[in-house]
């Protein structure tokens, strides 16, 4: 994205000129296709605003960068299906605030990108299908995030908004090796977005790299956080680390994960160490009830919403059809009990973080998901999907803590393998200080699939 800007104001590139670019190659390659579902509306326009903007020298700070939009969230005049069939022709009448506070500042909404319905659903999806891996087309992209991960991987847009309610946005950017963060709960305006749990629904952004995201956090709430701002230019200084404390996991983060991935965290925090970061054990966590919280509350609000249409059902995605009826029988004092875990939770991770900066987890325990069979292959064992995609992210959802997923490097089969950076109620720039320094020193959020141009 730094390089787009630097393009713009040299007059090397004009954002007329990238937009055709991308959309062509959107146009005639197969991630295109599969990850990009329909153009945004109007978008030739504004790039062609952004032009004479950069020329007159009154450029906005993200002037004529492209960025695609999960097709939950709402752009004004564009069709946005949240993945159903039950939702038909769906014209928005607006911009998503998130959407309007991009486009304030000079972003240019162009794509609208796949999701699982209802960003809960199968990876076959039922009306659009399945988004592939760039990195191997018989793998997932993870989701529910899917077409913005994949085009992100694919080198189809630089910027690309997704949600999170259980690993939506992390579980991608960790299998395609770019790089999303789940911001503090409630940083990013929910609103104009197809809800799927409202008390874990997050929305934030995914880019290729941590610098990328600290230029863009600060305009994507309606009321701009002069401290946000602060702390993300910050970012783009490359200020130093040195002295951080890092909280190391022992239990639960490192268990049914992948040797590979073990070790491309422990380089991780090598380099972390290197960096002056201070690395500090963390006590055992019991994090399965909290977790089963998790689910337990998302799958029953996702009844709420959706069960009124259960006279359609032959229309639901299976995936999505199988969660909801989990929903619906859970009782109220489950609901309740769960509610109460949550808290539980947030109070147990902000006692073992009183003095630490942030805590380091691995992120997937393992490379990409195969599509055919749904398992994730940990140290040659296969395990379904549910047992492993979620389970190093929902509790953050859970706890509304800020995580930041990222490459770590490849695995055994030579897909991407993933890093998460987790840090306290608003300190979302803490954990992208902590990706750029760590990205500063190593090149993995760099690396393309081998049909992609780096």
Known sequence: MEALLSAFASRSLKPSTLLQTLCDAIETTRDGQEAVLRPVAGAEEAARESDRRWASGAPRPLEGIPFGVK????????????????????????????????????????????TTEFACGSPHNPRFGAVTNPWDRTRWTGGSSTGSGAALAARLMPLALGTDTGGSIRVPSCWCGTTGLKPSR????????????????????????????????PFMAPSTDPQLVEACADVLVEASVAGMRIGIPTTWFTERVDAAVLANWQGALAALENLGCELVTLPPLDIEPWHNAGWVILQSELATLHS????????????????LRNGLAYSAVDYGQALQARIAALDAFLDVMADL???????????????????????????????????????????????????????????????????????????LRLGAAFQAVTQFH?????EVPA
């Open 186 to 217: 409630e940083l990013v305006s929910r609103n104009g977005v197809a809800p799927l749990s409202w008390t874990l629904d997050h929305v934030g952004p995914m880019a290729r790299s941590a610098r990328d995201i600290a230029r863009v956090l």
């Open 446 to 450: 760099l690396a393309a699939p081998a």
């Open 308 to 323: 009124p249409q259960l006279d359609r059902e032959t229309h639901f995605d299976q995936g999505l059809l199988h969660r």
């Open 357 to 431: 900066d942030a805590i380091v987890t691995p992120g997937l325990g393992g490379e990409a998901g195969r599509l055919d069979d749904l398992t994730v292959e940990v140290d040659g064992v296969p395990h379904a999907f549910q047992t492993v995609i979620s389970r190093n992210t929902m509790i953050f959802d859970v706890t509304g803590l800020p995580a930041l997923m990222l490459p770590s490097g490849l695995g055994r089969q030579g897909l991407p393998t993933g890093l998460q950076i987790v840090g306290k109620p608003g300190a979302d720039a803490t954990c």
């Open 71 to 114: 097709d939950i969230i709402d752009v004004a005049g564009t069709m946005v299906t949240s993945g159903s069939l039950l939702t038909g022709v769906r014209i928005a009448p607006a911009d998503a605030p998130v959407v309007a506070a991009l486009r304030a500042q000079g972003a240019i909404p162009f794509a609208m990108t796949a």
